[in-house]
């Protein structure tokens, strides 16, 4: 059976808690890998033929490897600890960010410098997230309805399936003001394409500005009024269970 690209270096990510999701949008030559783990951030990117240090990992079928597909599918003795040392490891592709890697690269703050959000009963709240993982979809719709009304929105005006939408939330004026896909996870790239392309075709037909992905405990927040792809309409990004004073700007959005 063929390989998905790097999923047993993925699959290691995710044992140890973290998540390694593939970006194309806001990167060229071939997009960028990101990584998060620990609570911290790391970006690989492509250099046209594969990405040179996740490669590396592999057993290679050629003496003098130049393309990802010159590796096999197995990894090299001593990977795993290879590869958790990498991601602790300054960047060594050498290569100059892009805006957009910019952005995803911004490490998240270590464990002990992680805040509550801002209101009451956080520490409980959180719990409940980390103990949902691996439920129902509805479990997931349920946390996040919670979160809203607990930042303000009437409880009335966060309704749930109108039409194909998961979660949708009137402003005060009765307008759709989010547009918003509950996934049990946002992990792999697959499944974070899919709920982004359900959310925005959801969004465009009812008009609601923002278009919201989550999994209750990851937040992505896109602006469709603010660019032509959604790495330059990405207003914010960030995930509850590793919350920072930096994150309240984002959760301010979310904010009635």
């Known amino acids: 059976m063929k390989r998905r690209p790097y999923e047993q270096l993925q699959s290691i990510v995710e044992q140890e808690g973290g998540e390694m999701v593939f970006e194309r949008a806001g990167h060229s030559q071939g997009g960028a890998w990101v990584v998060t783990l620990r609570g911290k951030t790391k970006v690989f990117l492509s250099n046209g033929a594969g990405f040179p240090p996740m490669d590396r990992l592999y057993v290679p079928k050629v003496k003098e490897p130049s393309h990802y597909r010159d590796y096999s599918n197995d990894l090299i003795v001593g990977a795993r600890e290879k590869w958790l040392e990498m991601l602790e490891s300054p960047s060594d592709d050498g290569r100059a960010p892009s805006i957009a890697d910019r952005h995803a690269a911004v ?44 930042l303000g929105h009437a409880p009335a005006s966060v309704v749930f399936q109108i039409g194909h939408i998961d979660v949708l939330v009137r402003g005060g004026d009765g307008k759709p003001r989010f547009v ?22 959801y969004a465009s037909r009812n008009g609601a500005p923002l278009v919201i992905i989550t999994d209750a405990d990851a937040y992505e927040i896109y602006d469709r009024q603010a660019g032509l792809d959604h790495a330059s309409m990405l207003r914010a990004k960030f995930r509850l269970t590793a919350f920072h004073e930096t994150d309240r700007a984002g959760l301010d959005i979310l904010r009635a």
């Open 180 to 201: 918003i896909e509950v996934k049990t996870t946002l992990r792999s790239k697959p499944d974070r394409d899919s709920a982004l392309r359900q959310a925005f075709d």
């Open 107 to 150: 490490p998240l703050p270590p464990a002990e410098a992680t805040t509550f959000p801002p209101f009451d009963g956080a520490s409980e709240y959180l719990d409940r997230i980390r103990s949902s993982r691996g439920l129902p979809e509805r479990n997931m719709e349920d946390l996040v309805k919670e979160l809203l009304v607990r």
